[in-house]
Structures are given as C-alpha cells and as structure tokens.
C-alpha cells in the first residue's frame, strides 16, 4: 500500500498550490479519502474528506471556501486544490485513506483511516 502525496512547496500569500496523491495497492474505488495537516508544534489537523463515490465532501471550517477536493478512481488520485493561502495554512499535509464503511462523521478523526502517506510541504510566505 502506498500514497504518495506531491505538489507541496513554498508560495506566497494570496497564492494557490495544487496537492495531488497517487494511491497504489489497494482498491482505491473503495476508499473514502481525507488531507490533514501538521504545523510545528501543534496536533495533526483534519482538512477535509471525500467519500468513495466522490459525491460528498466535508470540509474543516479553516479551509472551507478556500480549499476543494476532488477525486480520479480511474486514476487512483485525489487532489486538493488550495487558494487563497495564508501564513497558518503553513504545514506538512497529509492523504490518507478510510474504507468506504466508515461515515463521513467519523472521517474528522485520524483513527478512521488505514493508509497515510508521507506528507507533502507547504509553506506560505508572508
């Protein structure tokens, strides 16, 4: 199993990255997705989440307006699409996958997922 986030980097405030993470070994179709960050000293945050079929979404209110997610399963990837970033959007961002059992009410929490990549940087200049 493997996720493999990428799109990470430093931009300026205001700015817009585009986070990408390619899943393997595992049936990705399957799977409810979710991005959560880490900033320096502080607990992993939940960002947001996308059920299996991609149809619904649940964002964290830090981000909601901002931030979008999508989702490929004919290509095993889900995206995050971040505009509008500000210096506290800065941290190490997280994929992970949950199965598609599990409820979107349950997807705030980092013990509903199985799978987690390794993290991609963003840094946001101000």
């Known amino acids: 199993v493997q996720l493999q986030a990428s799109g990470g980097g430093l931009v300026q405030v205001g700015g817009s990255l585009r986070l990408s993470c390619a899943a393997s070994?595992?049936?990705?179709?399957?799977?409810?997705m979710g991005w959560f960050r880490q900033a320096p000293g502080k607990e992993r945050e939940f960002i947001v989440a996308?059920?299996?079929?991609?149809?619904?979404?649940k964002y964290a209110d830090s981000v909601k307006g901002r931030f979008t997610i999508s989702r490929d399963n004919t290509k095993n990837t889900v995206h995050l699409q971040m505009n509008s970033l500000k210096p506290e959007d800065t941290a190490v961002y997280y994929c992970?996958?949950?199965?598609?059992?599990?409820?979107?009410?349950?997807?705030?929490?980092?013990?509903?997922?199985?799978?987690w990549g390794q993290g991609t940087q963003v840094t946001v200049s101000s």
């Open positions: 992970a996958a949950a199965p598609k059992s599990r409820i979107l009410s349950s997807l705030w929490g980092s013990d509903a997922y199985d799978y």
């Open positions: 070994g595992f049936t990705f179709s399957s799977y409810n």
């Open positions: 996308i059920r299996w079929t991609g149809v619904t979404t």
